[in-house]
Nanobody, 120 residues
């Protein structure tokens, strides 16, 4: 069993930055970040391999967001820069056995989510 706890969300002005953290218990997996805005489906944001050597991003965040991990701390991060109002959503981290998966059904464990709100 893996437990995931996100933190770091909040309210930020457009153009600002936030760093989300996801603390994991249990064995290590490949990890991903997803987001879900009101009345929208959950969408892929970024994924990282177990070693951290491989990453994948959604086109909408490429060049603005950076996913990383510190396996010594069992923590995955999402550095979000140049935030836009369209980035407003609940952000979820998730764990998977599938390398760099981009669909929610590939993920076995989910955190409770953290709200990110970007004001214009």
């Amino acid at each position: 069993q893996v437990q995931l706890v996100e933190s770091g969300g909040g309210l930020v002005q457009a153009g600002g930055s936030l760093r989300l953290s996801c603390a994991a218990s249990g064995r290590a997996f490949a990890m991903g970040w997803f987001r879900q805005a009101p009345v929208k489906e959950r969408e892929f944001v970024a994924a990282i391999s177990w070693s951290g050597g491989g990453t994948r991003y959604a086109d909408s965040v490429k060049g603005r967001f950076i996913i990383s991990r510190d396996n010594a701390k069992n923590t995955v991060y999402l550095q979000m820069n140049s935030l836009e109002p369209g980035d407003t959503a609940v952000y979820y981290c998730a764990a998977t056995r599938v390398l760099l998966a981009t669909i929610p059904s590939a993920y076995d464990y989910w955190g409770q989510g953290t709200q990110v709100t970007v004001s214009s």
